[in-house]
Every structure is written in C-alpha cells, then in structure tokens.
C-alpha cells in the first residue's frame, strides 16, 4: 500500500528560501537524498516495466485459445508503456 504523498513547498527563512516537507523544513543534504533516491527508484520502474512489456509481447504470440488472456495481455501492456512514458517524462532533464 503506497503512502500519502508529501507536500513539498518553499518558505523563508532568515535571509534565504526554505524547502518544506509538508510544512516542516528540510535541510538541503535530505533533498537531494530524497531526489536521488526518487531516481534510482524510478530507473528500476523503468526497467520492470520494461521487462513486463516483453512479457506481454511475447505472450501475445502465444497459441492461446482464450480471448480474456489475450485481452489481459493488451491491458498490461498499454498500462506499462503508459506508465513508462510517465518515468521517462519525470527523469528528462
């Protein structure tokens, strides 16, 4: 189960700008932890989403006699690239 996802925003503080994590500052070393992690994390989507799309592929040209599997199939693989083009949008530069 995925958690609630936090709230980041920017404050003031002293003469500088703040980053906050739903409201509470947060020093700049946690950040960019918090950043590098998100891209590690979603480099490793891309890759399982990857290896899901040629799993579904290669099931499709499979002799299956049921029309749901096929269907299944068609729906796995239009959600992962779907969700890949989602990573590759957030890790452009």
Same mark, same amino acid.
């Given at each position: 189960? *995925?958690?609630? &996802?936090?709230e980041?925003?920017?404050?003031?503080? !002293?003469?500088? +700008? $703040?980053? #906050?994590?739903?409201?509470v *500052?947060?020093? &700049?070393?946690?950040?960019?932890?918090?950043?590098? !992690?998100?891209? +590690? $994390?979603? #480099?490793?989507?891309?890759?399982?989403?990857?290896?899901l799309?040629?799993?579904?592929?290669?099931?499709?040209?499979?002799?299956?006699?049921?029309?749901?599997?096929?269907?299944?199939?068609?729906?796995?693989?239009?959600?992962?690239?779907a969700?890949?083009?989602?990573?590759?949008?957030?890790?452009?530069?």
């Amino acid at each position: 189960m *995925m958690s609630a &996802v936090p709230e980041w925003t920017e404050g003031v503080c !002293d003469d500088g +700008a $703040a980053i #906050l994590r739903d409201g509470v *500052m947060v020093p &700049v070393e946690d950040v960019v932890d918090a950043l590098n !992690d998100l891209q +590690a $994390a979603l #480099l490793k989507c891309d890759e399982y989403l990857g290896l899901l799309i040629d799993f579904a592929e290669h099931a499709a040209t499979q002799d299956y006699n049921e029309d749901r599997t096929l269907s299944w199939v068609a729906v796995v693989t239009d959600k992962a690239r779907a969700a890949r083009h989602v990573v590759a949008m957030v890790l452009a530069p």
